[in-house]
C-alpha cells in the first residue's frame, strides 16, 4: 500500500511545548522521589512529630521532648529537646527515611541540622546503617554554640544498600535543642546541594519536554482550603516553608499510610529552576479558591476570591519581575537574579461547575488586563465527567482562555477509538491542552492490585497511547500542550497507577508509556504535514494510525505509523514536494512480544525503542510497521 506524505501541500506549526510533562507530589515523586532528601520528618512538624523518628537508648541514657514555639515561628514551630546523660554514645535517634534510605558505595552523603547547646557537654555521631542495623558508615558531630546555628558533615558509604537508615547517637552529659536535620546524597542533579534526584531528572530532561506543568493536580486544590497548595508557603528558606499534610495522604493509601505530608523542599523556586534546566516553559497551576470536590469541596467566599488572584500577581512579579519588586528581590536573594521568563499560567485544576466559571472569570479580568503577556490555562476536568465536561466547555469557549485543559484517563480502547477526536473540534476559541491522560487497562484476570507496582503500563496502554498522540500531532494547530499523568511513583509508596517512570531508594526506569512520549517528543518537528492512503487520514481504519511532520531548521521529515493489529503492514511512503536526500534513513520501533509487556526496576528494558537504517529513494520509502509496534520513520530531504 501507499501512504502520501504532502510535503509542499498545508502545513501548521507545531507549538514547541506541545508535548511536556505533568508533575504532582502524589506517589512520593517530591518527598521521598525527586527531592533527594534522606530524612523523612527533617524538622518534626508532622502531624505526630516523631513519625519516621525512632529513640536509640540504654534505659536512663537520655530523653527527647518535642517542644513547639508558637509564637514567632508559624512556617516551622517544632524543634527537639534531646537530654544526654549517657558516658558512651548510647542514647540516640534512628530516622526509617522514605521506605528506607538508598546508600551507594563510596558516594558521599551531606550532614546538616540546626543546633544550639542549652547544657553541658554533648558529643555525637552520625551512623548510616543497613537494613539490620550494621553501620556502613560514621562521621563525629558536634554542636558546641548556645545560640542556634547550623552544623555540616560528610559522610561516605561503604556499602550498597536500598532500604538503609541513620543513626545520630549522643555521648556525655548535657543538653541540646535539634531541628532541621537533613542528609543529601552528593550526586544530586547539577551538584546541587538541597537539590534533586540526578538519575529521575535525567529522565525527564531526555523527554526533551516542551513544558513542566506543576504542582499538580489534585494537591494545587488541597483536601480542605487551609491545605491547599500556596506557593508563597514553599519558597524561601527551606526552614522557613510551612510544611502541609500531603492531599494524597491516606485515602487512596494502598502503601502510605498516612505519613505523606509535603517538606516543600522542593517548592516554587525549585520547579522554575528545574523547567530551566531541562529547557521547558514553566506552567504554575494555582489555586483559584476551591478545595478539591472530592473531598470537602469547600469554596472561598466571594470577599476572599481576591487574594487568589493576589497570589497570582505576585507569582508573576516572583518569575518575572526586576529584582527591585518584593518577590523578584526574593528569587534573586534564592539565587536566580534573571527572570524565569514566566509565560503560562493556570486557573484551577479540575473544578467542576459553575462556582468555577464564576472564579475563572474574576481571574481573567484582571490577569488579562495587567499581563496580557501572560497565556491563560482554563480546565474542563476529566472528560469522564461527562454534562459537567460540556457544561464547563460551554462557558469557556467564549472567554479570553488561551488554552483549556482536558483529561482523560479512560481504557485503551477509547484510545484508540478517539484518534481523529480533534479532526472536526471548533476552531475558534482556546486551544486544548490535553493536560493529564493515561490509558487504564483493566485489572488483568487472576491479578490483584497488590501485583507489581510496574503492572499496569503495559504495552498494550502504551501503544493505544500512540495511536491517541497521533490525533494530538495531526491537530497540532488546536492542540498546542499534552502531558501523560501522572509522572513518578515509588514502588513502595504509590497512590495511584499507572505511571510514566517507576523509582525505588537508588532506581529507576522507564515504563513503555515513557518510551512513547519520548519518541514523539524528540520528534516533534516544527510543522504538521498531511499523511494519507487512498487520501484518507489513518485514524484507525484497519488498525493503523499515522502523522508526519517535518522539521524545517534540520530539513527532516518525522513520520509516526501504529500499527495496532497482529499483522505486520507494508507501506511505499511515496513523498509530494521533496527529495529525500541520498543515503539512508532511520526507523526508530517501539514493541513487545506481548500486549501485556512491562518494564520493572528488575527488567527495565523489555520495552524499549531500537533504531534500524532504512533505504530512501527520491521520492519513495519502503517501511514495515510491525505487529503491534510505534515507528517513527526520520527522512532527511532536500
Ligand atoms: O493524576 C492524578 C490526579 O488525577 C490529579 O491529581 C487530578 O488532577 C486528576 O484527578
Sequence with gaps: QTMTLKVNGPQSEVSPTMWGIFFEDINFSADGGIYAELIKNRSFEFTEPMMGWKEVKKEGAGNILIVNRETGHTANPRYAHITVTADKGSYGLFNEGFRGMGFKKGLSYNFSFLARSTAGKVSGKLVLVDDKGTPIGAVAVSAEDKAWKKYTATVTAERTVAKGGVQLLFSGTGALDMDMVSLFPQDTWKQRPGGLRNDLVQLLADLHPGFVRFPGGCIVEGRDLANRYQWKKTVGKPEDRTLIVN????????????????????????????????????LPILNC???????????????????????????????????????????????????????????????????????????????????PEIKLVSSVGPF????????????????????????????????????????KYERKGPKIFAGEYAAHVKVPQGKKETDTAEGRNTWESALAEAAFMTGLERNADLVQMASYAPLLAHVDAWQWRPDLIWFDNLRSVGTPNYYVQRLFANNKGTHTVSVTSGNRALTGQEGIYASATIDKQARKILLKVVNTTDKAAAYTIALEGAVAATGTATQEVLTAKAKSDINTLDAPSVVIPVTAQIKAGKNKVAITAGANSLNVITIPYK
Excluded at 502510605?256 to 534546566?277: M, N, T, V
Aim: proline residues 4%; charged residues 25%; hydrophobic residues 35%.
Design 384 to 423: 469522564s465527567s461527562g454534562e459537567r465536561f460540556d457544561y464547563l466547555w460551554s462557558k469557556l469557549k467564549p472567554s479570553k482562555a488561551d488554552l483549556v485543559d482536558e483529561h482523560y484517563y479512560m481504557p485503551p480502547e477509547w484510545f484508540l477509538k478517539n484518534s481523529a477526536r480533534y479532526d
Design 247 to 282: 492531599r494524597w495522604n491516606t485515602e487512596f493509601a494502598h502503601r502510605a499510610p498516612g505519613d505523606y505530608f509535603q517538606s516543600y523542599g522542593l517548592g516554587f523556586f525549585e520547579y522554575f529552576q528545574l523547567s530551566e534546566d531541562i529547557g521547558a516553559e514553566p
Design 289 to 371: 479558591g476551591m478545595a478539591c470536590q472530592f473531598n470537602t469541596g469547600e469554596v472561598a467566599a466571594d470577599e476572599d476570591v481576591e487574594a487568589y488572584i493576589q497570589d497570582a500577581l505576585d507569582l508573576i512579579e516572583f518569575a518575572n519581575g526586576a529584582t527591585t519588586t518584593e518577590w523578584g528581590q526574593l528569587r534573586a536573594e534564592m539565587g536566580h537574579p534573571a527572570p524565569f521568563n514566566l509565560k503560562l499560567m493556570g486557573v484551577g485544576n479540575e473544578q467542576w461547575d459553575s462556582q468555577y466559571i464564576a472564579r475563572y472569570q474574576r481571574f481573567e479580568e484582571v490577569l488579562k488586563t495587567k499581563h
